[in-house]
């Protein structure tokens, strides 16, 4: 599928799926969620612009677990008019309401046309809300956002339709590169959750008969949990095969210290997970290592368009510790969370990567307000 077949099957997909339709009720279902929270907790109850600081002190929060998901949330109402930043004489950020703080009715949303066919999301999303308070008191633990009972609607959230996308142009954008290849490739999909990437390449190689092209699918993910739920779908709906191994991986660790050898594979893809990478710059530059000369790094998922418009997960990921507590740089992630393809392909270069692609182009989705595709490096 070259670039005028990609146009023409992004067509397709936008017609066929309505994704505008999808993602804009997730972002709007995750903006309810934020209202509901500063409802609850009662911020912003009056007009008064305070920092985040302030709203911290004044509600008795614990800073080390409030700041981060309290600035994304201010951040998210300020792109949708419902918070305002306001810059004082001391030239600190204040934020204040513009109207009454609404109360959405939650359920409502979800009895919607679009809302009943996202069940596994919009549970999700309500997580936050339920573990809002005692998190941002520092009370528990924000792992309660992974705990075993959220795996079935991470697994379901990811197997819609509309977030499968990713993972089936990233199958393209490999079987592009090696389908004329006489060897086989190894290929490890990192942070691999329900393995969408793996099963993307595997049914497209599968329907054009050349599996031949691959040697080992490797999936790994920092949890075992998943990782168990994983390999028991895919044997469920493929088989046992011994083209499929299973390993548990950490992403902020090095591939080296976790059995992983220099130099011993051809494409490595993370789908909508490698913003939860403690240092780009240090990780990349692992990843790079354990490539093959010639071979691909891959991040595909849906990027934001621009800086101020979070992606609807993004609340999710914002009260757990490990999405925020990141190694930050002004030229590639001047902030916490999904960064745009432009900066992704900066940091790839930053760390020695010497060719990379935007794929599909930039502009592909007219109808978007975020980019789906994939940003690779070599």
């Known amino acids: 599928m070259g670039n005028e077949n990609i146009q023409e099957w992004v067509k397709n997909k936008e017609k066929e799926l309505h994704i505008k339709v999808g993602l804009n009720f997730l972002n709007q279902y995750a903006i309810s969620v934020i209202c509901k929270i500063f409802y609850e907790e009662a911020i912003f109850r009056s007009f008064e612009a305070l920092t985040v600081e302030e709203i911290i002190q004044k509600k008795g929060y614990s800073e080390a677990s409030s700041k981060r998901p309290l600035e994304l949330m201010c951040t998210w109402l300020c792109s949708k008019d419902i918070l305002k930043k306001v810059v004082g004489e001391d030239q600190k ?11 959405p009715d939650l359920l409502q949303l979800e009895k919607s046309v679009v809302g009943r066919t996202m069940p596994g999301a919009t549970q999700l999303l309500q997580l936050p809300l339920k573990y809002a308070n005692e998190i941002l008191m520092g009370q528990t ?46 290929i490890m999909e990192v942070g691999a ?18 599996l031949n ?68 710059s240090m990780q990349f530059q692992e990843m790079r290592s354990i490539l093959k000369d010639e071979g691909w790094f891959l991040s595909a998922g849906y990027f934001r368009d621009t800086l101020n418009v979070p ?17 930050l740089n002004e030229k590639f992630r001047p902030e916490f969370g999904i960064m745009t393809p432009e900066l ?22 007219e109808n978007l307000d975020f980019y789906c595709g994939i940003v690779a490096g070599r």
Request: negative net charge; proline residues 4%; charged residues 25%.
């Open 344 to 365: 992704f392909e900066s940091a790839l270069i930053n760390s020695g990567y010497s060719e990379t692609e935007i794929w599909p182009q930039r502009d592909i989705w």
């Open 193 to 210: 959750g329900s393995a969408n990437g793996t099963r993307a390449l595997y049914e497209l190689l599968l329907s054009k008969g050349q």
């Open 311 to 327: 992606f609807h997960i993004e609340l999710h990921g914002s009260f757990f510790e490990e999405y925020h507590d990141v190694v």
């Open 141 to 186: 633990t924000n792992e309660k956002l992974y705990a075993h009972h959220s795996v079935p609607l991470w697994q379901s959230y990811f197997s819609h339709p509309g977030m499968y996308i990713p993972s089936e142009i990233a199958a393209q954008f490999i079987y592009n590169k090696v389908k004329n290849r006489t060897d086989p490739i190894r």
């Open 213 to 280: 092209l691959v040697e080992k699918f490797i999936i790994s993910d920092f949890s075992e949990e998943f990782l168990e739920n994983c390999e028991r779908e895919i044997k469920n709906k493929y088989g046992s095969h011994d083209i499929f191994e299973y390993k548990l991986f950490d992403l902020n660790s090095s591939p080296a210290k976790q059995g992983i050898e220099k130099a011993s594979v051809d494409y490595i893809l993370g789908v909508n997970c490698l913003h939860y990478i403690k240092d780009w």
């Open 93 to 103: 950020v204040r934020y204040a309401i513009t109207k009454t703080m609404p109360s």
